[in-house]
């Protein structure tokens, strides 16, 4: 029995191993945009959490709204719209990490360790910027937290997303070693 | 999530992959070191010229490639041309043994550039002997305008080129050869002759920076594309693919394309040349351009056939199926974006005129917008023009360079016209395309001395 036919068994059940965190992947995706309003208000409550330590007074979340400076003279807060949330940024790479994986034979380890550095890269700019602007505010006042909110925090992001993608590309791509016709 | 938050959504999205390719083909780029030469004299070179209407250019073409290249024979492939264009040819190949003419007559004529293509591989074939080394006789496609680069050969025979056993084809960098001059359109004047300078100038900086950067990724990803022009392949590699598929060139319209999708689906690397290349004419007329162009895009959409062979093909590179297929489906993507894009747009500002306070208040509000456009919108193309003016064309001030970064990112909106117009023909499975005419050949009569005495001794 040669090596191949001894390997075979194994690459198939890779392959099909590949297949099905694909499909989990995509659905995952699918499942977060179904459920993006209760995915909000779990990130405000993360939000609120490590927000904490940072600004004036304490903070506390209420659906998907995120309260700081509650026990202080300036109470605010900032409501992550579905379009500031991390849905948006997390939903494409786990759509991207699928499709890669159903379309060509990748390395199932590597996509996975670069779709969790890239969804890592993501999460953290846009806590990042949630507190960048919370910070602003009580600094600043709303021109603080306008200027961090829509420049600053929107560069923060794109930089993090367009990181995100690349990364995921490189890790899943990484050691594709092609045969080469007559020449292999 | 509201249908106009979906489409928001989408449209950062796409956005944030367009900006990432954009610094996936700059860095490599950017970084980039100088290739090798290697020896010519290892190689048996045969350069295929496809002609058709080409008396205006053939003979400066032929007269540059016996000279520059002394090793190469030239196989002029005449495709029922109604001028003199194999008239002119044939009086050269009686007097020198390394040019040869090829004559297709109608009807087999006119099928296509790889159907001319594909009759100069039979005639070499016929002519070559029976244990020719075809792993060390490279064919290299010129157009009849165009201009290769002396050191061609030298770059081609490189270790990182035909040097390397597993290289099938490599592509030279493209310029334009009328980029300098300052009146390109023959007998214009005025307003339509700086118009035409100017697309002259922006299609050199397109092909020697953003196509360029392209290519220096697919360099990585081993999944260069070829091009029409300055295209090289090794003839084992050509009698390959004619194996697997019949003929080495196939009837896409964007065969060059194609071809480097079959060597590549051999199992052989295709190599980019950036420190050679080939001069082409620009063209300075719009009409001519976006017709150019949408042929270009209706070529690449009908490439999008091969993916799947793409994606189960164990030659490609992980990388390289990826690249290719994001390069294929990005007339697609663009199509997407020409409703995407503006129906954002509308929506917002629909919202905001309902919204209190009206239009008014929504400028104010979203005025913060302009300068993230400018940064994601407009410097992701005007970058290149910035970097073709340092290091490849510094003429002028660096108002010139701001100049033509801003008339780069204008130029790039002619895509948008080019893809509508290249998806409508192909949804309504219209493939044929007239050839796009030299700018010699719009030259007032009186314009064009030369070549009437020449016409006269022939006929």
Known sequence: MSTVALNRPARVAGRAASVLVALALIALAATLLALQEQFRDVEARVAAFLMDPFVHGRTAPAGSIVWFGLGTQQVTGFQITTLCSTVILVTPLLAAAGLMLLVRPLALGRVLVGLAIGTGIVTLCNLLRYGFAAIAMQTWGSDGFELVHRYLGSLLVIAGFIAAVILLLRFATMRSTPQRGRHS | ?459
């Open chain 2, 1 to 459: 999530m509201t249908a106009s938050e979906s489409l928001q959504a989408l449209a950062f999205v796409m956005l944030v992959i367009f900006l990432s390719y954009v610094c996936m083909i700059l860095v490599p780029f950017l970084r980039r070191k100088r290739d090798e030469d290697g020896d010519p004299a290892a190689f048996a070179w045969h350069v295929f010229v496809p002609c058709r209407d080409e008396e205006a250019v053939i003979e400066d073409t032929l007269d540059r490639l016996v000279t520059d290249f002394p090793l190469a024979h030239v196989w002029i492939v005449d495709d029922h041309s109604t001028d003199a264009t194999a008239e002119l040819v044939s009086m050269r190949a009686s007097a020198d043994a390394r040019i040869h003419l090829v004559r297709r007559r109608l009807p087999e004529a006119r099928q296509g550039k790889g159907a001319a293509l594909n009759a100069a591989y039979r005639a070499l074939n016929g002519w070559l002997p029976a244990d020719a080394d075809r792993d060390h006789t490279v064919i290299v496609v010129v157009d009849a305008d165009g201009q290769l680069a002396p050191n061609a050969l030298h770059q081609a025979a490189g270790p990182r080129a035909f040097g390397d056993p597993t290289t099938g084809a490599a592509q030279a960098a493209v310029w334009m050869s009328n980029r300098n001059d300052d009146r390109p359109i023959p007998g214009a004047r005025g307003l339509r002759q700086w118009w035409g300078h100017y697309l002259v100038r922006m299609q050199d900086i397109e092909f020697r920076t953003t196509i360029a950067a392209m290519q220096c990724l697919r360099g990585h990803t081993l999944s260069v594309g070829l091009g029409g022009n300055g295209q090289f392949t090794r003839l084992a590699t050509l009698d390959a693919i004619a194996g697997a598929a019949d003929t080495p060139w196939h009837g896409s319209l964007l065969e060059d394309y194609e071809l480097g999708i079959h060597v590549m689906l051999a199992g052989f690397r295709n190599v980019y040349l950036h420190d050679t290349h080939v001069a082409q004419e620009a063209l300075p007329f719009t009409g001519k351009l976006l017709t150019q162009r949408t042929r270009w895009c209706q070529g690449g959409m009908q490439c999008t056939k091969y993916l799947s062979q793409i994606f189960f093909s164990r030659n490609f590179t992980n990388a390289g199926a990826i690249e290719a297929a994001y390069f294929m489906l990005m007339p697609f993507l663009q199509l997407a974006g020409t409703v995407l894009w503006p129906l954002v747009f509308l929506i917002s500002a629909a919202q905001g005129a309902i919204a209190p306070g009206g239009l008014e208040t929504w400028l104010a509000t979203t005025a913060w917008v302009v300068p993230l456009m400018l940064l994601t919108g407009v410097l992701p193309f005007a970058l290149w023009a910035l970097i073709y003016w340092k290091r490849d064309e510094r003429r002028g001030s660096i108002l010139t360079a701001l100049g033509w970064a801003v008339g780069y990112w204008l130029y790039m909106y002619q895509s948008y016209v080019v893809v509508i117009r290249a998806f409508v023909r192909l949804v309504l499975g219209r493939n044929g395309w007239s050839k796009t005419k030299r700018i010699a050949e719009y030259a007032p009569q009186s314009a064009a001395p030369a070549a009437a005495p020449q016409l006269e001794v022939v006929r």
